[in-house]
């Protein structure tokens, strides 16, 4: 059974930073590329960040292109997101997927993904 756990959200002020942890079991993680996205309340899904299955190729969205940074650590089937200066239009549940293909980590469909971490930024 495959199984995405995310961890590391939280409340915290604007100009703050998180960590989120993504936990995969049940696939070989080696082969899927992974991604991250996040939905407001009230809002369509919308792409955050991508990372191939090697790590060496990263993918970012406009809205947060140089402030958040993804990793990818195959020995210990886990992908991070560095959130550094977060604003409160980044509140949403972020939720990584996996998929074999990078496309589909960015727009979908993918196969798999996790129940997702709470995150809120206060002004």
């Known amino acids: 059974q495959v199984r995405l756990v995310e961890s590391g959200g939280g409340l915290v002020q604007a100009g703050a930073s998180l960590r989120l942890s993504c936990e995969a079991s049940g696939l070989p993680f080696n082969n899927y590329a992974m991604g991250w996205f996040r939905q407001a309340p009230g809002k369509e899904r919308e792409f955050v960040a991508a990372i191939n299955w090697s790590g060496g190729s990263t993918y970012y969205a406009d809205p947060v292109k140089g402030r958040f940074s993804m990793s990818r650590d195959n020995g210990d089937n886990t992908v991070s997101l560095q959130m550094n200066s977060l604003k409160p239009e980044d509140t949403a549940v972020y939720f990584c997927?996996?998929?074999?293909?990078?496309?589909?980590?960015?727009?979908?469909?993918?196969?798999?993904r996790g129940q997702g971490t709470q995150v809120t930024v206060s002004s």
């Open positions: 997927n996996a998929d074999r293909s990078l496309g589909n980590t960015i727009v979908g469909p993918f196969q798999y």
